[in-house]
Protein backbone atom coordinates (compact mmCIF):
# COMPACT_ATOMS: atom_id res chain seq x y z
CA UNK A 1 0.00 0.00 0.00
CA UNK A 2 1.40 3.36 -1.16
CA UNK A 3 2.20 6.10 1.83
CA UNK A 4 -0.55 8.25 0.43
CA UNK A 5 -3.18 5.52 0.66
CA UNK A 6 -5.37 4.72 3.62
CA UNK A 7 -6.55 1.60 5.24
CA UNK A 8 -10.10 1.17 6.15
CA UNK A 9 -9.19 1.55 9.80
CA UNK A 10 -7.18 4.69 9.51
CA UNK A 11 -9.52 6.39 7.31
CA UNK A 12 -12.29 5.24 10.11
CA UNK A 13 -10.36 7.48 12.78
CA UNK A 14 -10.80 10.39 10.71
CA UNK A 15 -13.76 10.14 8.21
CA UNK A 16 -15.70 12.23 10.81
CA UNK A 17 -13.84 15.27 10.00
CA UNK A 18 -13.27 14.76 6.58
CA UNK A 19 -16.77 13.80 6.05
CA UNK A 20 -19.12 15.17 9.29
CA UNK A 21 -22.36 13.07 9.52
CA UNK A 22 -25.70 15.31 9.00
CA UNK A 23 -24.01 17.27 6.50
CA UNK A 24 -25.97 19.42 4.55
CA UNK A 25 -26.12 20.14 0.82
CA UNK A 26 -26.29 17.15 -2.20
CA UNK A 27 -24.66 14.19 -2.03
CA UNK A 28 -20.82 14.27 -3.07
CA UNK A 29 -20.09 13.82 -6.76
CA UNK A 30 -16.30 11.99 -5.30
CA UNK A 31 -16.14 10.35 -2.19
CA UNK A 32 -14.43 12.02 0.28
CA UNK A 33 -12.01 9.43 1.27
CA UNK A 34 -10.81 9.64 -2.60
CA UNK A 35 -10.52 13.22 -2.11
CA UNK A 36 -8.23 12.64 0.75
CA UNK A 37 -6.06 10.44 -1.09
CA UNK A 38 -5.92 12.45 -3.80
CA UNK A 39 -4.07 15.31 -1.38
CA UNK A 40 -2.06 13.08 0.31
CA UNK A 41 -0.73 11.94 -3.19
CA UNK A 42 -0.68 15.42 -4.70
CA UNK A 43 2.13 15.87 -1.04
CA UNK A 44 3.74 12.98 -1.72
CA UNK A 45 4.47 13.41 -5.36
CA UNK A 46 4.96 17.26 -5.66
CA UNK A 47 2.64 17.15 -9.05
CA UNK A 48 0.89 19.92 -10.21
CA UNK A 49 -3.24 20.14 -9.79
CA UNK A 50 -3.81 19.55 -13.38
CA UNK A 51 -1.77 16.44 -13.32
CA UNK A 52 -4.29 14.82 -10.87
CA UNK A 53 -5.10 11.55 -11.83
CA UNK A 54 -8.36 10.81 -13.47
CA UNK A 55 -9.23 8.22 -10.76
CA UNK A 56 -9.42 10.92 -8.57
CA UNK A 57 -11.80 13.15 -10.35
CA UNK A 58 -11.90 16.70 -11.72
CA UNK A 59 -8.94 18.31 -9.91
CA UNK A 60 -10.84 21.61 -9.59
CA UNK A 61 -13.61 20.02 -7.31
CA UNK A 62 -10.63 18.35 -5.41
CA UNK A 63 -9.14 21.84 -4.95
CA UNK A 64 -12.30 23.55 -4.02
CA UNK A 65 -12.69 21.06 -1.11
CA UNK A 66 -9.10 21.48 -0.26
CA UNK A 67 -9.34 24.72 0.46
CA UNK A 68 -12.68 24.23 2.35
CA UNK A 69 -10.41 21.91 4.62
CA UNK A 70 -7.39 24.37 4.98
CA UNK A 71 -9.72 27.34 6.09
CA UNK A 72 -11.02 24.69 8.62
CA UNK A 73 -7.97 23.08 10.00
CA UNK A 74 -9.60 20.06 9.14
CA UNK A 75 -5.49 18.50 8.38
CA UNK A 76 -4.61 19.90 12.02
CA UNK A 77 -7.40 17.41 13.71
CA UNK A 78 -6.65 14.70 11.65
CA UNK A 79 -2.77 15.11 12.75
CA UNK A 80 -3.55 15.28 16.21
CA UNK A 81 -6.21 11.94 16.38
CA UNK A 82 -4.01 10.07 14.03
CA UNK A 83 -1.20 10.46 16.37
CA UNK A 84 -3.17 9.70 19.74
CA UNK A 85 -3.93 6.47 17.89
CA UNK A 86 -0.01 5.71 17.18
CA UNK A 87 0.90 6.45 20.82
CA UNK A 88 -2.34 3.96 21.97
CA UNK A 89 -0.57 1.59 19.62
CA UNK A 90 2.41 1.68 21.21
CA UNK A 91 1.68 1.27 24.62
CA UNK A 92 1.74 4.52 25.67
CA UNK A 93 -0.78 7.74 27.22
CA UNK A 94 -2.53 8.94 23.98
CA UNK A 95 -1.45 12.51 25.54
CA UNK A 96 2.15 13.42 25.53
CA UNK A 97 4.43 14.61 28.41
CA UNK A 98 7.26 15.68 27.05
CA UNK A 99 7.28 17.83 23.90
CA UNK A 100 10.62 18.82 21.19
CA UNK A 101 10.02 22.01 19.31
CA UNK A 102 12.62 22.51 16.29
CA UNK A 103 12.19 24.68 12.76
CA UNK A 104 13.43 24.43 9.39
CA UNK A 105 13.71 27.00 7.01
CA UNK A 106 13.03 25.96 3.11
CA UNK A 107 13.25 28.21 -0.15
CA UNK A 108 10.18 29.66 -1.87
CA UNK A 109 8.61 28.99 -4.96
CA UNK A 110 11.23 31.27 -7.67
CA UNK A 111 8.14 33.20 -9.17
CA UNK A 112 4.70 35.01 -8.03
CA UNK A 113 3.02 36.71 -4.97
CA UNK A 114 3.65 35.08 -1.69
CA UNK A 115 4.49 35.40 1.79
CA UNK A 116 8.06 34.60 1.85
CA UNK A 117 10.83 36.94 2.95
CA UNK A 118 14.06 36.79 3.69
CA UNK A 119 15.57 34.88 6.83
CA UNK A 120 17.26 31.66 8.13
CA UNK A 121 21.16 31.44 8.86
CA UNK A 122 22.09 34.90 7.31
CA UNK A 123 18.94 36.03 6.53
CA UNK A 124 19.77 34.63 3.13
CA UNK A 125 17.28 32.31 2.80
CA UNK A 126 13.98 33.50 0.91
CA UNK A 127 11.20 31.26 1.81
CA UNK A 128 9.34 29.33 5.05
CA UNK A 129 10.16 28.72 8.77
CA UNK A 130 8.51 25.41 9.16
CA UNK A 131 7.56 24.57 12.96
CA UNK A 132 7.07 21.08 14.03
CA UNK A 133 6.39 19.86 17.65
CA UNK A 134 6.61 16.45 18.27
CA UNK A 135 6.87 13.52 21.12
CA UNK A 136 9.28 11.50 22.49
CA UNK A 137 8.57 9.24 19.54
CA UNK A 138 9.10 11.23 17.21
CA UNK A 139 5.77 11.39 16.16
CA UNK A 140 4.62 14.92 14.97
CA UNK A 141 1.90 16.75 17.33
CA UNK A 142 1.36 20.01 15.99
CA UNK A 143 3.04 21.87 12.96
CA UNK A 144 2.79 25.38 11.64
CA UNK A 145 4.50 27.27 8.49
CA UNK A 146 5.59 30.62 8.76
CA UNK A 147 7.58 33.72 6.71
CA UNK A 148 11.43 32.85 7.27
CA UNK A 149 12.20 36.39 8.45
CA UNK A 150 10.83 35.56 11.89
CA UNK A 151 13.29 34.00 15.09
CA UNK A 152 12.29 30.95 16.34
CA UNK A 153 11.28 31.77 19.52
CA UNK A 154 8.78 33.84 18.05
CA UNK A 155 6.80 31.26 16.18
CA UNK A 156 7.58 28.89 18.77
CA UNK A 157 5.98 30.92 21.09
CA UNK A 158 2.96 30.91 18.77
CA UNK A 159 3.02 27.37 18.42
CA UNK A 160 2.82 26.55 21.60
CA UNK A 161 0.54 28.86 23.26
CA UNK A 162 -1.54 27.52 20.83
CA UNK A 163 -1.31 24.03 21.55
CA UNK A 164 -0.47 23.20 25.36
CA UNK A 165 -3.99 24.30 26.54
CA UNK A 166 -5.15 20.99 25.06
CA UNK A 167 -2.24 19.02 25.95
CA UNK A 168 -2.43 19.04 30.20
CA UNK A 169 -0.25 16.61 30.63
CA UNK A 170 2.60 17.90 29.25
CA UNK A 171 5.47 18.82 31.87
CA UNK A 172 8.31 19.27 29.68
CA UNK A 173 9.51 21.15 26.59
CA UNK A 174 12.77 20.60 24.93
CA UNK A 175 14.40 23.19 22.24
CA UNK A 176 17.95 24.02 21.18
CA UNK A 177 19.23 27.43 21.77
CA UNK A 178 17.30 29.32 19.17
CA UNK A 179 14.43 29.23 21.78
CA UNK A 180 15.93 30.59 24.24
CA UNK A 181 14.36 33.94 24.17
CA UNK A 182 10.70 31.92 24.35
CA UNK A 183 11.29 29.58 27.50
CA UNK A 184 10.38 32.52 30.32
CA UNK A 185 7.15 32.96 28.36
CA UNK A 186 6.41 29.61 27.83
CA UNK A 187 7.17 28.48 31.17
CA UNK A 188 5.51 31.23 32.94
CA UNK A 189 2.30 31.34 30.87
CA UNK A 190 1.46 27.31 30.56
CA UNK A 191 3.19 25.93 33.65
CA UNK A 192 5.80 23.73 32.26
CA UNK A 193 9.18 23.37 31.84
CA UNK A 194 11.16 24.79 29.56
CA UNK A 195 14.46 23.10 28.89
CA UNK A 196 16.88 24.14 26.25
CA UNK A 197 19.35 22.16 25.23
CA UNK A 198 23.21 22.42 23.33
CA UNK A 199 26.39 22.51 22.80
CA UNK A 200 28.81 25.28 24.89
CA UNK A 201 31.09 24.52 22.67
CA UNK A 202 30.85 23.37 19.28
CA UNK A 203 32.83 19.63 18.66
CA UNK A 204 36.01 19.32 17.47
CA UNK A 205 34.83 16.16 15.22
CA UNK A 206 31.88 14.54 13.63
CA UNK A 207 28.33 14.99 14.41
CA UNK A 208 26.97 14.03 17.96
CA UNK A 209 23.31 13.76 18.31
CA UNK A 210 21.93 16.34 21.09
CA UNK A 211 19.59 13.57 22.84
CA UNK A 212 16.83 13.25 22.37
CA UNK A 213 16.87 16.37 20.36
CA UNK A 214 18.16 14.11 17.06
CA UNK A 215 14.29 12.75 16.97
CA UNK A 216 13.32 15.95 15.35
CA UNK A 217 15.73 15.63 12.79
CA UNK A 218 14.63 12.47 11.72
CA UNK A 219 11.14 14.25 11.38
CA UNK A 220 12.02 16.36 9.25
CA UNK A 221 13.91 14.01 7.79
CA UNK A 222 10.88 11.86 6.87
CA UNK A 223 9.00 14.59 6.57
CA UNK A 224 10.99 15.48 3.54
CA UNK A 225 10.06 12.40 1.49
CA UNK A 226 6.63 14.17 0.73
CA UNK A 227 8.21 16.10 -2.37
CA UNK A 228 5.43 18.58 -2.02
CA UNK A 229 7.59 19.70 0.61
CA UNK A 230 10.75 20.46 -1.02
CA UNK A 231 10.08 23.89 -1.67
CA UNK A 232 7.13 26.14 -0.20
CA UNK A 233 5.01 26.74 -3.50
CA UNK A 234 2.27 28.26 -1.26
CA UNK A 235 1.08 31.78 -1.75
CA UNK A 236 -0.22 31.80 1.64
CA UNK A 237 0.84 31.14 5.37
CA UNK A 238 -2.50 28.97 5.52
CA UNK A 239 -1.80 26.95 2.99
CA UNK A 240 1.56 26.06 3.36
CA UNK A 241 0.88 24.94 6.98
CA UNK A 242 -1.77 23.28 5.68
CA UNK A 243 0.63 20.94 3.38
CA UNK A 244 2.58 20.90 6.06
CA UNK A 245 0.58 19.47 8.27
CA UNK A 246 -1.06 16.70 5.37
CA UNK A 247 2.85 15.47 5.29
CA UNK A 248 2.24 14.83 8.64
CA UNK A 249 -0.95 13.10 8.36
CA UNK A 250 0.91 10.70 5.67
CA UNK A 251 3.58 9.90 8.37
CA UNK A 252 1.51 9.30 10.89
CA UNK A 253 -0.51 6.75 9.05
CA UNK A 254 2.35 5.11 7.72
CA UNK A 255 3.83 4.55 11.05
CA UNK A 256 0.52 3.36 12.49
CA UNK A 257 0.14 0.69 9.76
CA UNK A 258 3.91 0.28 10.27
CA UNK A 259 3.04 -0.80 13.83
CA UNK A 260 0.18 -3.13 12.36
CA UNK A 261 2.14 -5.01 10.43
CA UNK A 262 4.73 -6.08 13.05
CA UNK A 263 2.33 -6.90 15.42
CA UNK A 264 0.52 -9.05 12.81
CA UNK A 265 4.05 -10.57 11.84
Same mark, same amino acid.
Given at each position: MAAYELTDEHWALVADLFDPPGRRGPRAAVPRRQMVE??????RTGAQWRELPERYGRWTAVWAQWRRWRDKRVWEQAMRRLNRA??????????????????????????GPGFHEKGGAGGRTRGTKR +?????????PVAA?????R??? +??????????????????????ADRGYRAAAHHVAGRHGVMFEVRGW????????????????????????GQWRRLSR??????????????VACVGLLASQLRAREVALAA
Open positions: AIMWLAVREAEGRDPEPSLLIIDAQTTRGRRA +SVVIDVLGLRADSAPHD +SKVGKLLLDDLLPTLPRVEIVLEERPTEGFKPIRPMWRVEDCFARLCFEGSQAGATAWLQ
